[in-house]
């Protein structure tokens, strides 16, 4: 495992627990040998990953759309800063470079980069793990409508299984280095035309 994605938030939230996470995540990565990759900014917990990777020694690529590079105030220190035009560029070329991904807690943009690669994995467009940094039970909400919507019929149970939780990197990155993918369809009860 060459680099892992980091998704966060561009701000720091309330609880000081959230930026210990970020930075315990910034420090295991690099002392691991394993570099970040992350949107780019110096706010918020994606600064705080980004500055503890680097002040351990790790490699820290960014990647920032135009039109959020003041706004998030990129990182001027990075190993590489990638500067593409749009969100979606940011997304896919974030995916390109990482051999995993973790969500850290976040809001909306947390939460849909988070929910887009897991629908990748889902669809098999990749084969890489996925999880949920779940500090001081920030994801338990969003686990439980996980485990609802297997209940509820719109989520296989096996598909539910490709998002790994935990509330420590060490044994995530531990997870993610045992994660075997089971291909599954994705459809629940479809019927071949």
Not at 8 to 37: D, K, P, T
Not at 161 to 190: C, H, Q, S, T, Y
């Amino acid at each position: 495992m060459r680099r892992i994605c980091v998704f966060c938030g561009s701000s720091a939230g309330v609880r000081n627990e959230y930026r210990s996470a970020a930075e315990s995540v910034g420090r295991y990565l690099a002392a691991q040998g394993i570099g970040v990759v992350y949107g780019g900014g110096k706010v918020g917990l994606m600064g705080v990953v980004a500055d503890a990777a680097l002040a351990a020694g790790g490699e820290v690529i960014g990647v920032i759309p135009d039109a959020l590079m003041r706004k998030e105030i990129g990182h001027g220190t990075l190993t590489r800063l990638h500067v593409v035009p749009s969100m979606h560029e940011r997304k896919a070329k974030m995916a390109e470079l990482s051999d995993a991904f973790i969500a850290l807690p976040g809001g909306f943009g947390t939460f849909e980069e988070f929910c887009e690669v897991i629908t990748w994995s889902q669809l098999g467009l990749h084969r890489k793990p996925c999880g949920l940094l779940n500090v001081e039970g920030y994801y338990t909400p969003m686990l439980k409508m996980f485990d609802h919507a297997v209940s509820e019929g719109f989520l296989r149970a096996e598909n539910r299984r490709l998002v790994i939780a935990n509330g420590n990197i060490e044994a995530m990155v531990e997870a993610f280095r045992n994660f075997r993918p089971v291909a599954v369809e994705k459809w629940i009860g479809r019927k071949e035309i």
